[in-house]
């Protein structure tokens, strides 16, 4: 069980010899932490129960179990034993860290892992004579003895399976440490133990799983709107913001006004008219937004008494000339002719016409 530096040093090259001949009566023993997993059947046992996936599985999709080493060290100070615990290169581990590897309580092994023989190799060329600088500060203190602490350390990826589709979630840390952690969904950002597919197949947080009232389709629910005119969480796609109120409304619900011809959410309409046609204001040519109307369409010069009201989107007109009263929808950006419609001065409802029969 006992295994000295002599017997070690016949494992390494002749030029390494040299700088052991100082622990020619050094004990070396191997360990293993008592309380770390030993198989990838103990880690899916502490991973897999942690998650939940709707309509599918969680199972481990590979899964490495390495040794890897790191040393007590066994000094003597002022007459009695003393261990400090040091990793892989020679730097001290602090307590919270050896609590958590479990490294205080060990179970002895007959020789290093198959796999281990190079790390021990350059561990007592390297490793240990930086520790042995570090520790072994004045003569008081000689170093006893030195336990190769056989630690694993566990690598893979977790799978998620849901009908054709998946996603997976890395894992890599000491298998006495190695805890479940959230899968990070790619589409929102949230960090979940809980899984679920959309429609389209998108595997995701179900925290964030929506369902569209219209549809019934499962989509994210950022893909979702509120309708302004009935509650209803739907669809963006089957929405259209009202030009008189700005939200958002589903489209099969909205109405158009008997007056600007516009389809608007149903509460901006009242007695067939909108909320952007109810309240006319008497202009001037002189406004500066008739002034530029009447500069791109001059034949509407002739036409007076003009009201207006406007939309975020349109301006609503109203002239008369003799006659006839004449109604135009016209566009705040590009000032194209929308709806054109008249009718008699004094009666009668609006009749469409085309922009280019303009009377």
């Known amino acids: 069980m006992l295994q000295s530096l002599v017997e070690v040093a016949d494992h390494l090259d002749v030029a390494d010899r040299?700088?052991?001949a100082v622990h020619t009566t050094l004990l070396?023993?191997?360990?293993?932490?008592?309380?770390?997993?030993?198989?990838?059947a103990q880690i899916a046992q502490r991973l897999?129960?942690?998650y939940r996936v709707d309509g599918g599985r969680v199972h481990l999709a590979g899964c490495t179990l390495e040794d890897r080493l790191l040393a007590r060290l066994t000094f003597c100070v002022d007459g009695q034993p003393l261990d400090w615990y040091v990793d892989a290169d020679g730097q001290p581990?602090?307590?919270a860290a050896v609590e958590a590897l479990g490294l205080t309580q060990?179970?002895?092994l007959a020789k290093p892992p198959q796999a281990g023989a190079p790390l021990l190799d350059r561990w007592l060329t390297v490793a240990l004579p930086a520790a042995e600088r570090r520790f072994a500060l004045d003569s008081s203190r000689t170093l006893l003895a030195v336990t190769a602490l056989w630690c694993k350390f566990a690598e893979g990826k977790l799978r998620f399976s849901i009908d054709h589709h998946s996603c997976d979630l890395p894992f890599a840390d000491w298998a006495q440490t190695l805890?479940?952690?959230?899968?990070?969904?790619?589409?929102?950002?949230i960090a979940t133990m809980h899984l679920s597919k959309l429609d389209d197949g998108r595997i995701v947080a179900d925290e964030a799983v929506g369902r569209c009232a219209e549809t019934g389709r499962r989509v994210l629910q950022n893909e979702l709107v509120s309708c302004a005119a009935t509650g209803r969480r739907v669809l963006a796609e089957l929405t259209k913001v009202c030009p008189v109120t700005g939200q958002p409304v589903?489209?099969?619900?909205?109405?158009a006004c008997d007056t600007c011809g516009q389809a608007v959410s149903p509460a901006a309409i009242e007695r067939d008219r909108c909320r952007g046609?109810?309240?006319p204001r008497a202009i001037g040519k002189a406004d500066p937004r008739l002034a530029r109307i009447l500069h791109e369409h001059p034949q509407l010069d002739r036409w007076g008494n003009w009201r207006i009201s406007e939309t975020p989107a349109v301006y609503v007109l109203t002239a008369s000339a003799w006659l006839k009263r004449l109604l135009l929808v016209i566009d705040k950006e590009s000032l194209e002719l929308g709806r054109v419609a008249q009718a008699g001065r004094f009666a009668g409802r609006w009749e469409v016409i085309a922009p280019g029969q303009l009377p």
């Open 106 to 108: 060990s179970a002895p």
């Open 28 to 40: 070396i023993t191997h360990a293993v932490p008592t309380a770390q997993p030993l198989s990838v």
């Open 18 to 20: 040299g700088s052991l």
């Open 48 to 50: 897999l129960p942690a």
């Open 250 to 255: 589903l489209a099969a619900t909205m109405v």
């Open 179 to 189: 805890q479940p952690s959230p899968y990070l969904c790619p589409y929102t950002g």
């Open 277 to 279: 046609c109810r309240n």
């Open 93 to 95: 581990l602090g307590a």
